[in-house]
């Protein structure tokens, strides 16, 4: 069964990026909250970053 994620929302990938076929190249889901997150905090490490590793729940 697929886990519906629509929730995580869906936004322009960064850097963006555009695809002649479709335009500006979209993310969704945990990637789209992944990247938002390296927006905001750019000091963080990429390599095992992790939204626990930043904001306290």
Not at 9 to 29: C, L, T, Y
Not at 32 to 39: E, P, T, V, Y
Request: hydrophobic share 40%; glycine share 8%; no cysteine.
């Amino acid at each position: 069964m697929r886990e519906d994620k629509h929730y995580l929302g869906i936004g322009w990938g960064f850097p963006v990026s555009f695809d002649k076929r479709i335009g500006v190249v979209m993310i969704e889901a945990e990637e789209d909250i992944h990247q938002s997150l390296r927006i905001l905090f750019p000091h963080y490490p990429v390599n095992g970053f992790s939204v626990s590793n930043t904001v306290a729940i």
